[in-house]
């Protein structure tokens, strides 16, 4: 019995010493690895401390981009995604969506603009700090919707759900967190997706209107253009006809010149045919007596 008991008690000891390497091993590790996050958490902490405020913001657009750059030839391959270049007007956003149909009806255009900010910044920006510059953007690109990718205000219970319906503020407006960049943008989708046969219908009817006014303005131009050449024409034949009235006028004063000349001419021949010997010397004796003497000879 007694040495039952001493067995007993040295197995119990023998578990219980295990049962202890076995907790400060784990405690060990635990330790460890409480370590190596803490020495990441001020890796980073560092990163973005050393990072402006600039260089932040580029790493969250960069992260977007690389995001959809993932998936872009299997779930987005008629999709347009790019930075948006163009401050024409002043402003520009950071990234435009676009999609078509294989007849070219848009489906979906999104404007999107990213921010962050470092831990360390003194004043804290707010999301609704950026909602009507990104609504004006959003109106000058003929875009659809508008979404803020945001990190600001971290702590804000409203914005940590994700994805934030802010349309109260800003018509079409959602403010997401990074991880719902890709969701937000195949949610707007789907939902446009199921609209796409009104947008078909809505382009057809907006294709055809456009077609009635080309024919109504070709023929317009046709009215406007023959009116002006018969204008013209009108004229010059008026200025034809005056011409040939002016030389009817004019070779008729000739043809009754020509008659005149012709009576003066008829006269003139039947007054020389009317002239005799007899009548030149009549009333006038001297050129009777050289007549009579030159006919005696």
Same mark, same amino acid.
């Given at each position: 019995?007694?040495?039952?008991? +001493?067995?007993?008690? @040295?197995?119990?000891? +023998?578990? @219980?010493?295990?049962?202890?390497? &076995?907790?400060?091993? +784990?405690?060990?590790? *635990?330790?460890?690895?409480?370590?190596?996050?803490?020495?990441?958490?001020?890796?980073?902490?560092?990163?973005?401390?050393?990072?402006?405020?600039?260089?932040?913001?580029?790493? *969250?657009?960069?992260?977007?981009?690389?995001?959809?750059?993932?998936?872009?030839?299997?779930?987005?391959?008629?999709?347009?995604?790019?930075?948006?270049?163009?401050?024409?007007?002043?402003?520009?956003?950071?990234?435009?969506?676009? =999609?078509?149909?294989?007849?070219?009806?848009?489906?979906?255009? !999104?404007?999107?603009?990213?921010?962050? =900010?470092?831990?360390? +910044?003194?004043?804290?920006?707010?999301?609704?700090?950026?909602?009507?510059? @990104?609504?004006?953007?959003?109106?000058?690109? $003929?875009?659809?919707?508008?979404? *803020?990718?945001?990190?600001?205000?971290?702590?804000?219970? *409203?914005?940590?759900?994700? !994805?934030?319906?802010?349309?109260?503020?800003?018509?079409?407006?959602?403010?997401?967190?990074?991880?719902?960049?890709?969701?937000? !943008?195949?949610?707007?989708?789907?939902?446009?997706? $199921?609209?796409?046969?009104?947008? &078909?219908?809505? =382009?057809?009817?907006?294709?055809?209107?456009?077609?009635?006014?080309?024919?109504?303005?070709?023929?317009?131009?046709?009215?406007?253009?023959?009116?002006? $050449?018969?204008?013209?024409?009108?004229?010059?034949?008026?200025?034809?006809?005056?011409?040939?009235?002016?030389?009817?006028?004019?070779?008729?004063?000739?043809?009754?010149?020509? !008659?005149?000349?012709?009576?003066?001419?008829?006269?003139?021949?039947?007054?020389?045919?009317?002239?005799?010997?007899?009548?030149?010397?009549? $009333?006038?004796?001297?050129?009777?007596?050289?007549?009579?003497? @030159?006919?005696?000879?």
């Amino acid at each position: 019995i007694k040495n039952k008991d +001493t067995e007993k008690a @040295l197995e119990l000891t +023998t578990a @219980l010493a295990k049962v202890e390497n &076995e907790k400060n091993s +784990t405690i060990a590790d *635990l330790n460890a690895q409480i370590k190596s996050k803490d020495e990441a958490i001020a890796y980073y902490k560092d990163l973005k401390s050393r990072l402006s405020t600039k260089m932040v913001g580029e790493s *969250l657009e960069q992260h977007c981009m690389n995001e959809f750059n993932k998936i872009r030839a299997t779930a987005f391959r008629n999709a347009y995604f790019d930075k948006d270049n163009d401050a024409s007007s002043g402003s520009k956003g950071d990234f435009i969506y676009r =999609e078509c149909d294989e007849n070219g009806v848009e489906i979906i255009s !999104i404007m999107f603009e990213m921010k962050n =900010e470092q831990d360390t +910044t003194s004043t804290k920006k707010k999301n609704e700090h950026f909602f009507k510059e @990104l609504d004006k953007d959003r109106h000058q690109k $003929n875009c659809e919707y508008a979404v *803020l990718v945001s990190l600001l205000e971290s702590d804000s219970e *409203l914005y940590n759900a994700g !994805i934030t319906d802010v349309s109260y503020a800003y018509d079409k407006m959602y403010v997401v967190r990074p991880q719902c960049f890709i969701p937000i !943008i195949t949610i707007l989708r789907n939902a446009a997706m $199921n609209t796409l046969s009104y947008k &078909e219908e809505l =382009e057809k009817v907006r294709n055809e209107n456009i077609d009635i006014t080309m024919f109504e303005q070709n023929i317009n131009t046709f009215k406007e253009g023959f009116a002006r $050449n018969y204008e013209l024409a009108s004229r010059r034949f008026g200025e034809a006809i005056t011409e040939i009235d002016k030389s009817i006028a004019h070779l008729t004063k000739i043809k009754e010149n020509l !008659i005149s000349s012709e009576n003066n001419l008829r006269l003139a021949n039947k007054k020389a045919d009317a002239l005799t010997i007899k009548s030149l010397t009549k $009333n006038n004796p001297t050129m009777q007596k050289k007549f009579a003497e @030159l006919k005696g000879e």
